[in-house]
């Protein structure tokens, strides 16, 4: 704390400790008096209201007696309602019959003036026994009263208080529903306040009192009294503030100014100069904090330039890993990023290749002294060899000096002065069950990332390890990722069975090819396959057995097409070959090459240890030949015609081939049969092979 602050804090302490406490005392005092005020109001409410409704219980019992006279009960009850003495009136001989009812009656039960209990009731009632000439009670006379709104508002204008009622069955409106629930929740007698600062008090029935009701009143506004202490307190505060600011710096103004810029160079601000008046300690403190504040700000202006560049290559990083899977272009951003981070004059990365046994360089930033000027791509390190190779074989980082720290550089790794370099690797997962066992060892590195040789000779620090590790945890990210993508690419458009390609890929090559033949007014052939008798397989041999029975089908099938050629599972037993370029002939010669390999060697199922001896399948195909643009101008309508051959085939004994019959475009085409394929196609180019 300053001199200043000391003083100014001294003289309010002086000065306005009284006020403040005087203060304290008047809203205290203020705040008892208003709760001792409204706890008064609730408990006059409560006396009005018992008043009021032990009023109610005579007027009904009024209304009550009126109906009960001898021979004027259907008028008598009328005209109680009509006087207004209750709102309903019944009258009932002593085995419950109905003699006479008035008004509009409450659905029972009701409460009883005379013998109120704790239960709930929607309506208040009073009665009376019905006598006969001789005295003797022939039953009852019954004067009721809802417990509405309409009664709700006479109670409250009568005692002066708000009054809800609760009853199982009332619904209080959206503004009342938390004073209710406090009321119901609160013991008969206790006072509770709800949210907005309203006094609730619930009452139970009681003598003079049959129902079950809450009372509430405001709670004391002091707001007002609160508004004149606190404007009070501000003033004194705001003069006792002037009076203290005015001492202190008539005595302390130069300690003061340099306070000030003390705090605005902590803020942010390096222009801040602190005025020198004298030559004495002061002013020499002064001269010495302006000397500092303008090296400081031209250091400031070097980081701020630093700063800008990181954060635009951090910006380049982003976008990068957000927007690509070129794991080159991701490995190249993020070593830009590196060594702008660090001051790194040259880095490079390389990556393990699938062996693990050798380093190969990928990207490479800044004056990398290669041997011999090499390319950085043309650079392969064995794992544990050299600076690079310790890194990965070891999997912990390493920074130094060589020629003090080593290790000693291999001939194929970029020279160096000063070095920092991390294993790119992402944590190891942990356990999932508890019972893997666990290791200490980093995990296996991907790849290595390396800074040489810092701006301005320094070494590498703590710091920019720890940089160069966060940039290296990213790059194993990225690495992954790439890979994951790569891979659910793959699956996503193979078939793990067969591994050929799946019904989602012969969509979309089935378009793509059909483009390209229409716009080089090439053939395209389309072939559909369906192996015969399939589940009969299934049935005899099992799953399993079908199993290998297709994926050996799928390979006899790569082993006829061409590296050009398409083949693909469409579902089950039924494959899809694309021959581009390829008219009804070559597709013909394909189908009869294919048939004869399939149906000349049994597919040998070989069962698991324990099962039965190995089998041999016999296996045969049937298909399905139509050639775009002949038998169809779109790919669904040539794989169509593909489809209704393949049944002719079925149709026609299976083990054979049908090319699609139809005439598309002014070309004839018709059956083919095995030995007739090539005498009937239209001359396009043939199938070679």
Excluded at 28 to 36: E, H, L, P, R
Excluded at 62 to 79: H, S
Excluded at 233 to 249: E, H, K, N, P, T
Aim: proline share 6%.
């Amino acid at each position: 704390m300053t001199l200043r602050a000391r003083l100014t804090a001294a003289f309010l302490a002086v000065v306005l400790g009284p006020v403040l406490l005087g203060a304290v005392f008047v809203g205290i005092a203020v705040a008892a008096v208003s709760d001792q005020r409204a706890s008064e109001r609730l408990e006059s409410g409560a006396e009005n209201l018992r008043a009021a409704l032990a009023l109610t219980c005579q007027r009904l019992r009024l209304a009550a007696e009126t109906a009960a006279l001898p021979g004027e009960r259907p008028d008598a009850a009328q005209a109680a309602i009509s006087r207004g003495l209750a709102r309903a009136v019944e009258v009932t001989r002593a085995d419950g019959t109905v003699l006479t009812s008035a008004g509009d009656l409450p659905a029972r039960p009701w409460a009883d003036c005379a013998a109120p209990t704790t239960s709930v009731f929607a309506a208040v009632s009073a009665s009376v026994d019905v006598l006969d000439a001789q005295g003797r009670r022939v039953g009852w006379s019954y004067a009721v009263e809802p417990v509405d709104a309409d009664l709700l508002g006479w109670l409250a204008s009568a005692s002066g208080v708000r009054i809800n009622s609760l009853a199982g069955g009332a619904q209080p409106t959206a503004e009342d529903a938390g004073l209710v629930a406090l009321a119901r929740a609160l013991v008969p007698g206790a006072t509770g306040t709800t949210d907005d600062g309203r006094l609730v008090r619930r009452l139970d029935p009681q003598p003079g009192q049959p129902l079950t009701l809450a009372i509430s009143v405001p709670a004391p506004d002091t707001q007002g009294l609160y508004g004149v202490l606190v404007a009070v307190v501000v003033c004194a505060g705001l003069v006792a503030i002037s009076v203290a600011w005015w001492l202190a710096r008539s005595t302390t103004q130069p300690l003061t100014e340099l306070a000030q810029a003390v705090e605005r160079v902590a803020a942010g601000d390096l222009g801040a100069r602190v005025p020198v008046r004298s030559q004495d300690e002061v002013g020499r403190l002064g001269q010495t904090f302006n000397r500092m504040t303008r090296e400081m700000q031209g250091y400031v202006q070097a980081l701020t330039a630093s700063r800008d560049q990181l954060r635009g290559q951090l910006g380049v990083l982003g976008d990068t890993l957000a927007g690509t899977h070129d794991l080159d272009r991701i490995l190249q951003v993020i070593l830009q990023t590196a060594t702008a981070a660090t001051g790194a004059q040259a880095g490079v990365v390389l990556m393990v290749d699938q062996a693990g046994s050798e380093l190969r360089g990928q990207v490479g930033e800044g004056r990398l002294a290669m041997p011999g000027g090499a390319d950085v791509a043309d650079l392969r390190l064995p794992a544990g060899e050299g600076l690079l190779g310790m890194v990965a074989a070891s999997g912990e980082p390493m920074r130094g000096r060589v020629e003090r720290d080593g290790p000693v550089l291999s001939p194929l790794e970029p020279c160096c002065v000063t070095y920092v370099a991390v294993p790119i690797a992402a944590p190891a997962a942990g356990p999932t069950t508890g019972l893997e066992p666990q290791s200490d060892r980093p995990p296996a590195a991907r790849g290595v990332l390396a800074l040489y040789d810092r701006h301005g000779f320094d070494e590498f620090d703590d710091a920019d390890l720890i940089t160069l590790r966060t940039f290296a945890g990213q790059a194993a990210v990225a690495v992954d990722n790439v890979r994951v993508h790569e891979e659910a690419q793959r699956l996503s458009l193979t078939d793990p069975l067969t591994g050929l390609s799946n019904y989602r890929y012969l969509r979309e090559s089935l378009r793509r090819e059909v483009e390209r033949a229409s716009r080089f007014s090439r053939a395209l052939a389309v072939l559909a396959l369906d192996l015969d008798h399939f589940k009969e397989v299934n049935d005899t041999y099992g799953h399993p057995a079908g199993d290998a029975v297709l994926a050996e089908f799928a390979r006899r099938l790569r082993a006829e097409i061409r590296e050009v050629d398409f083949a693909f599972r469409q579902g089950g037993e039924e494959f899809v070959v694309l021959l581009p370029e390829t008219d009804a002939g070559g597709a013909s010669v394909l189908a009869e090459r294919l048939g004869a390999a399939v149906r000349r060697s049994p597919v040998l199922v070989v069962s698991s240890t324990g099962g039965p001896p190995p089998r041999r399948i016999p296996v045969t195909v049937s298909i399905g030949i139509a050639v775009f643009p002949y038998h169809g101008t779109t790919g669904a309508a040539v794989l169509e015609a593909a489809d209704d051959a393949l049944y002719a085939a079925k149709a026609g004994g299976r083990d054979t081939y049908r090319l699609a019959a139809g005439v598309i475009g002014g070309k004839a085409s018709a059956e083919v049969t095995p030995g007739a394929a090539k005498a009937a196609q239209p001359p396009r180019q043939s199938r070679g092979g």
